[in-house]
Structure formats: structure tokens, C-alpha cells
């Protein structure tokens, strides 16, 4: 269904950009392979030249069907990741790259977080004690983005959670001062 729409928005000049691609492709790297072997034979068979932002979305519909899941938890998961990674940026002042390895753990690091969280999966974090002393800034961010995971999912962010999503802040807020070195 999305293909036929997708072709038949493309031929009437309707196109529309997807914002989460490179959320996207850190998440799922297996589906978007999938979904641009698919887009080349499409372009193949139909002659229609297709974007590169419709990829994204068809890799989205691969990684729903693959894992039998509904496709608005995924996009859900790519949307939460942007957003992070947005208010991390605008609160520490800094650019993530996005092809660095950290953003990859991090948006990684946030598709597991998520899950548990949607599937109250409790953890035990033995470095939270630790962590909150230490990295306190970093804390501190760390419950602004809990605070937005709680509020888009309604639902609750451990302290465990937290403290882990403090270490990944910790670790993208170090890389982006040695990359301004």
C-alpha cells in the first residue's frame, strides 16, 4: 500500500521529506539495505525516479512487518531518538555528529531504553549512585530527557534509565569537545 501511494504521490509531484532518516538508518541499517535493494527495482520496473526520503519509510514498513510490530511504535522510536538528540544539542550547546559512532550507541543505547520502558522491564543499574555524583550535569539532562520520554509515552522513566542515559550524554557531550579541538 505504501509503495502504490508512494508512486502515485511521486508521478503527481507530491513529495514529501523524511526528517528521520538518518535516525532511520542508525536504528534499523538492515532494513534501509532491504528498502534501497526495493526502491532500485521499483526504479527499475517503473521508471519512476524515487527519493531517497522514501527509503526511510520504506524501511520503517520492512522493520514493522519484520518484528510483527505496529508501524507508530517504530516510527515513534525514530522520533523520540531526534528529539533527544535535539534537546541534548540545544541544552549542552553543541552539534552531534551524526555519523559518529556515539551518536550510533546513543540512538541505539534510546531504541533498547524504550522498549524496556514501554515493556516495564525493570534493570538494576549498580552505577547509579556513582553516576549521579559524577556526572552531574549530565544527570541532570538526563531527567529533561526522561521528562520528554514520559511525556510522549505516558509513562514512567526509572532512575536506572536515567542514570544509563546520563553515561551516553556524558560520553556525546566528551566527543563533541574533542571534536571542537
Do not use: Q, W
Not at 514493522?64 to 534537546?87: V, W
Not at 516495564?120 to 556513582?130: A, D, F, G, Q, T
Amino acid at each position: 500500500d505504501h509503495i502504490a501511494f508512494a508512486l502515485h504521490r511521486i508521478k503527481s509531484n507530491d513529495i514529501i521529506t523524511n526528517p528521520f532518516t538518518i535516525e532511520i538508518e542508525t536504528l534499523y541499517p538492515r532494513e534501509m539495505e532491504i528498502a534501497r535493494k526495493a526502491i532500485k527495482m521499483l526504479k527499475e520496473g517503473t521508471g519512476v525516479d524515487i527519493p531517497e526520503d522514501e527509503v526511510g519509510f520504506v524501511a520503517l514498513h520492512i522493520h514493522s512487518a519484520r518484528n510483527r510490530g505496529k508501524l507508530s511504535n517504530t516510527i515513534k522510536y525514530a522520533y523520540l531518538s531526534n528529539a533527544l538528540i535535539e534537546l541534548i544539542e540545544d541544552e549542552l550547546g553543541i552539534c552531534i555528529d551524526r555519523k559518529s559512532i556515539d551518536y550510533a550507541r546513543f540512538v541505539s543505547h534510546i531504541r533498547f531504553a524504550l522498549e524496556r520502558i514501554i515493556k516495564k522491564v525493570p534493570i538494576k543499574n549498580e552505577l547509579l549512585r556513582s553516576i549521579k555524583r559524577t556526572y552531574v550535569s549530565s544527570y541532570k539532562l538526563a531527567k529533561k530527557a526522561a521528562a520528554l520520554i514520559e511525556e510522549e509515552l505516558n509513562i514512567k522513566v526509572s532512575n536506572e534509565e536515567r542514570g544509563y542515559l546520563a553515561m551516553h550524554i556524558e560520553r556525546l557531550k566528551n566527543a563533541s569537545s574533542y571534536a571542537e579541538n
